[in-house]
């Protein structure tokens, strides 16, 4: 089956512009999650959706970062005023739960590569 | 401290080696783990949980050492195609937003 794919898979804007990144998870898995990946660096992460509940935002750096899911499916993070250091790779992935202690593989798509001029 | 920590390598080792490689987890509750592996420039994917009394799958086996707060990854008879970055995933909180990836490790196989 189809796996997690995400849009665009490159991004260069310039410092200042807002950008959207798109997510479109695996059919059914209710859990949703957003990282970032700075060069040669670990997974940072951002944000969490599961079922309707309210997102874990937690990770989210500033308030210029914020995320979406519509319908529990196709989820958007959104970033506004882009500053250099928001480059990055920005990865999502999803899990079939999210519960049973965190167990749930995730499952991740290509990601997104950011580059802010 | 990072709550959890990887050596970065890189681990340049010959094809056939075996090679060994732990990660530690500040959090003693931490309840669920894993290991990752991500090829350069793609994204991670699961290479295999960790489990209480150790598994094995072929040439990997995975170990968890609570008392000292590590996980290990062993690969024998190591092949060209092992090479990629390992990422520790430690779930502290046994909640599912709040699992967290290591550094990585970096392993080169060489011919």
């Known amino acids: 089956g189809a796996g997690v794919s995400q849009s665009p898979s490159n991004k260069v804007t310039e410092k200042g512009k807002d950008v959207e990144l798109r997510c479109d998870p695996i059919?059914?898995?209710?859990?949703l999650y957003w990282y970032r990946q700075s060069l040669g660096q670990g997974l940072e992460f951002l944000i969490y959706?599961?079922?309707?509940?309210?997102?874990?935002k937690s990770g989210l750096p500033s308030d210029r970062f914020s995320a979406e899911r519509t319908g529990g499916s196709v989820s958007t993070l959104t970033i506004q005023r882009t500053q250099q250091e928001d480059s990055a790779v920005y990865l999502c992935?999803?899990?079939?739960?999210?519960?049973?202690?965190?167990?749930?593989?995730?499952?991740f798509g290509p990601g997104t590569r950011l580059t802010v001029l | 401290r990072k709550e959890v920590e990887q050596d970065p390598g890189p681990f340049n080792v010959p094809e056939g080696a075996t090679v060994a490689f732990n990660c530690t987890y500040s959090n003693s509750a931490s309840q669920s783990f894993f290991w990752y592996r991500q090829d350069c420039r793609k994204e991670p994917k699961l290479l295999m949980s960790v489990y209480s009394s150790g598994n094995e799958d072929g040439r990997f086996t995975a170990q968890l050492n609570r008392a000292s707060q590590y996980i290990s990854l062993l690969i024998r008879d190591s092949k060209l195609s092992d090479s990629a970055t390992y990422l520790c995933?430690?779930?502290?909180?046994?909640?599912?937003?709040?699992?967290?990836f290591g550094s990585g490790t970096r392993l080169s196989i060489r011919p």
């Open positions: 959706f599961q079922g309707n509940s309210a997102p874990d």
């Open positions: 992935a999803s899990s079939l739960e999210g519960t049973s202690g965190g167990m749930d593989t995730q499952y």
């Open positions: 995933v430690v779930n502290p909180y046994s909640s599912a937003s709040k699992i967290i």
């Open positions: 059919s059914g898995h209710t859990a």
